[in-house]
């Protein structure tokens, strides 16, 4: 089992720009979950699903979109990328509530 | 506003010693409150407590849920290098700040 998934790993961006952020998890995990970890504020909630077809807003859903249309998939995306956005940003799925995190994707704004 | 506050920030031990790490919550729904242990890179977990499961134990670290008190502590005995990372504390999605742990050799 490969867990939790994230593509890319590094993405360097002009402001303006757009980009989506892949997650995949083969748990088959009904919860899903996009953060944001900013030095010295833990990790922000941005959007997270319940299952297949469905998503909510996190604490911080400004300016990000999100969209599952498989169960073992969850898209993040920016459409106009901006200097605040720069961050590391972790995906996690569960199950009972201990989350199981992917491996981050470090994202510059510039 | 619900919200998650973790103390201290940061600590400094040396090899052996016993650190405790807090956390105290106000969220409008409590179900469980979960420790992670982060590394270099993605956040790994620890315990999940809940009110029927307040105290946890894994080896050298511990748990304790206060319900009343709406907090939590985190205890690891004889501290290791390994040991140096960030603890962080979540209720249900909500996260802390974290503490920064670093144990001197």
């Known amino acids: 089992n490969a867990g939790v998934t994230q593509t890319p790993k590094f993405r360097v961006l002009k402001t303006g720009q757009s980009m989506t952020l892949l997650c995949a998890q083969d748990?088959?995990?009904?919860?899903m979950y996009w953060y944001r970890q900013d030095p010295g504020m833990g990790l922000r909630l941005i959007h997270y699903?319940?299952?297949?077809?469905?998503?909510a807003k996190g604490e911080v859903p400004d300016g990000y979109n999100v969209s599952r249309l498989k169960k073992q998939n969850f898209l993040l995306g920016l459409e106009s990328a901006a200097p605040s956005q720069t961050s590391v940003y972790f995906c996690?799925?569960?199950?009972?509530?201990?989350?199981?995190f992917g491996p981050g994707t470090r994202l510059t704004v510039t | 506003e619900d919200k998650v506050v973790q103390s201290p920030l940061s600590l400094v031990v040396h090899e052996g010693d016993t650190v405790t790490l807090n956390c105290s919550y106000e969220?409008?729904?409590?179900?469980?409150l979960l420790w992670y242990k982060q590394e270099k890179k993605a956040p790994t977990f620890l315990f999940m407590l809940?009110?029927?499961?307040i105290e946890k134990k894994s080896g050298r670290l511990s748990s304790i849920l206060d319900k009343k008190e709406l907090s939590s502590i985190l205890n690891i005995t004889a501290t290791q290098t390994g040991d140096s990372a960030i603890y962080l504390c979540?209720?249900?999605?909500?996260f802390g700040a974290g503490t920064r742990l670093t144990v001197k050799p």
């Open positions: 748990m088959n995990h009904e919860y």
């Open positions: 996690a799925s569960s199950f009972l509530g201990e989350q199981y």
């Open positions: 979540a209720v249900d999605m909500r």
């Open positions: 809940t009110s029927s499961g």
């Open positions: 699903s319940v299952g297949e077809g469905t998503t």
């Open positions: 969220v409008t729904n409590f179900r469980s």
